[in-house]
């Protein structure tokens, strides 16, 4: 069990810019999910997989977000256009099949300036 | 809509002086109660997983209980390296089973 990796684990870009983050679950999880979280408050739902198949996206999740999971292995969050309210913590989490218990990753922290 | 209320939003103590954090939630259909540890910087860190009403959980210096409205997170005699800040979150049964977290209480031992 080599826990959830996210990468990178900080980026800085200018408002406007481009940003992708990636998140490799543990190996036997099928259910991945993406939440948000800024200073002080608790993560918020952003989307969720099984397998690779995207089944939920919260009103959070604008259209300059995507998430993608090819194959149900690693999994992409794309930012377009960043706002400096996107400036936060990006965590990704993935459970078993029964989905009891979520591994959290150590997160992208995302500085827009 | 399920939410999850936190308390106190931060807590200072003595290492040795014993405290609950409260966790106040509405769900419609609880499947499981959570509590996790966040240190500065670090993604949540999983502590226990509550199902029913009357269940209690315990791990070293920890123990969590649940009501059908609430949940406490007792800590005995603290140490200094229990300062984090401690996330309550809810899983309603069926859809994508995502967890809502409260806002966390920062609980902080003085040595």
């Known amino acids: 069990d080599t826990g959830v990796s996210q990468d990178p684990r900080h980026k800085i870009t200018k408002r406007g810019q481009n940003v992708t983050f990636r998140c490799d679950p543990i190996s036997e999880h099928n259910r991945l999910y993406w939440y948000r979280q800024t200073l002080g408050q608790g993560p918020e739902f952003l989307t969720y997989?099984?397998?690779?198949?995207?089944?939920?996206k919260s009103r959070l999740l604008s259209d300059r977000f995507s998430a993608e999971r090819p194959k149900g292995s690693f999994s992409t969050l794309e930012i377009q256009r960043t706002e400096q309210g996107d400036s936060a913590m990006y965590l990704c989490?993935?459970?078993?099949?029964?989905?009891?218990?979520?591994?959290f990753g150590q997160g992208t922290r995302l500085t827009v300036v | 809509e399920d939410q999850v209320t936190q308390s106190p939003e931060a807590l200072r103590l003595q290492e040795g002086e014993s405290s609950s954090l409260n966790c106040s939630y509405t769900v419609s259909g609880l499947r499981g109660l959570f509590w996790y540890r966040q240190d500065p910087g670090k993604g949540p860190e999983f502590l226990f997983t509550?199902?029913?009403a009357g269940e209690e959980k315990e791990k070293e210096r920890l123990k969590a209980t649940l009501t059908k409205k609430e949940s406490f997170l007792h800590i005995t005699a603290p140490k200094p390296e229990d300062s984090a800040t401690y996330l309550c979150a809810v899983q309603a049964r069926g859809g994508a089973q995502k967890l809502v977290f409260g806002q966390g209480t920062r609980l902080t031992i003085n040595p």
């Open positions: 989490a993935s459970s078993s099949p029964e989905g009891v218990r979520a591994f």
């Open positions: 509550l199902y029913s």
């Open positions: 997989f099984q397998n690779e198949a995207q089944l939920e």
